[in-house]
Antibody, heavy 115, light 112 residues
Framework: EVQLVESGGGLVQPGGSLRLSCAASGFNFRNYWMNWVRQAPGKGLVWVSRINSDGSSTSYADSVKGRFTISRDNAKNTLDLQMNSLRAEDTAVYFC????????WGQGTLVTASS | DVVMTQSPLSLPVTLGQPASISCRSSQSLVHSDGNTYLNWLQQRPGQSPRHLIHKVSDRDSGVPDRFSGSGSGTDFTLKISRVEAEDVGVYYCMQGTHWPPTFGQGTKVEIK
């Protein structure tokens, strides 16, 4: 069974940092591109970042470029998102999603940037 | 960025009746490889998104056949032949042809 389990969310002050993780199981993780997608409270889905299967290529939405860093460890089947200089507008549930077309999604982890 | 526009944004439906959601893109979604990477996702209340359909009309494993996708170029449609109670939620179209991937605003399906 394919599983993606996000962790690391929480309350952080604006300007602070947080590191999200996504643990993958049930599929050959090293063969898949991976994504982070976020959903602000009551709002729609917004793509945040993507990494290719071996981690050599990454891309970011303009809204997070220079502040967020995506990475992966294929030996541990984990995907990470390092979030720095957080802003109130980064408040959202963050989902990891597998595959270039986002075929499978985790349950999400809530990040709240507020003082 | 490619803008995905869904309509309607709210869709009250009677149980057992059909439902149809439109999705239009600001540019053609035909990829240089010949495929059209238009996906449909379902998000039930309180749940994470679930991928339903890829490449316009291919249902994912386990998706009931009452769900069907159609369209080409810039105009796409998701149809539910007979709405069931478990179909309540928000439906999103998503394009994966052009970078960055973009989503429609979502269509909320509810029971009348």
């Amino acid at each position: 069974e394919v599983q993606l389990v996000e962790s690391g969310g929480g309350l952080v002050q604006p300007g602070g940092s947080l590191r999200l993780s996504c643990a993958a199981s049930g599929f050959n993780f090293r063969n898949y591109w991976m994504n982070w997608v976020r959903q602000a409270p009551g709002k729609g889905l917004v793509w945040v970042s993507r990494i290719n299967s071996d981690g050599s290529s990454t891309s970011y939405a303009d809204s997070v470029k220079g502040r967020f860093t995506i990475s992966r460890d294929n030996a541990k089947n984990t995907l990470d998102l390092q979030m720095n200089s957080l802003r109130a507008e980064d408040t959202a549930v963050y989902f990891c999603a597998s595959g270039y077309q986002m075929d499978f999604w985790g349950q999400g982890t809530l990040v709240t940037a507020s003082s | 960025d490619v803008v995905m526009t869904q309509s309607p944004l709210s869709l009250p439906v009677t149980l057992g009746q059909p439902a149809s959601i439109s999705c239009r893109s600001s540019q053609s979604l035909v990829h240089s490889d010949g495929n059209t990477y238009l996906n449909w996702l379902q998000q039930r209340p309180g749940q994470s998104p679930r991928h339903l359909i890829h490449k316009v009309s291919d249902r994912d494993s386990g998706v009931p056949d009452r769900f069907s996708g159609s369209g080409s170029g810039t105009d796409f449609t998701l149809k539910i032949s007979r709405v069931e109670a478990e179909d309540v939620g928000v439906y999103y179209c998503m394009q994966g042809t052009h970078w960055p991937p973009t989503f429609g605003q979502g269509t909320k399906v509810e029971i009348k």
